[in-house]
């Protein structure tokens, strides 16, 4: 939860860099959709009862930084935001 005004911040700051940061969420698509509004969310939430553990995502929330290719270029979140800004600034 204390992660979600950085990646809000971060939707504005990359959007016109090819990113999109994408939230995942365990249970039905309505509690997602309550959740982006109620936390002013810019950034689509994916709501799923599945068992993440199967992506090898073991705890929520997490982070990762996933190129178009679909490589995973960071796991946290101050590194993703500097590898950004690094590919702005090169």
Same mark, same amino acid.
């Given at each position: ?24 969420? $365990?249970?039905?698509?309505? $509690? ?22 199967? *992506? $090898? ?6 982070? *990762? ?26």
């Amino acid at each position: 939860m204390a992660e979600v005004p950085h990646l809000v911040q971060m939707q504005k700051e990359f959007a016109n860099q090819n990113f999109t940061v994408v939230g995942l969420m $365990k249970g039905p698509p309505e $509690k997602a959709s309550r959740f982006a509004l109620e936390h002013n969310i810019n950034y689509p939430i994916l709501a799923s009862n599945r068992d993440f553990a199967a *992506y $090898k995502i073991l705890f929520l929330p997490v982070t *990762y930084l996933v190129a178009p290719n679909g490589e995973i270029v960071a796991d946290n979140l101050d590194d993703a935001a500097d590898i950004l800004r690094q590919r702005q600034n090169p």
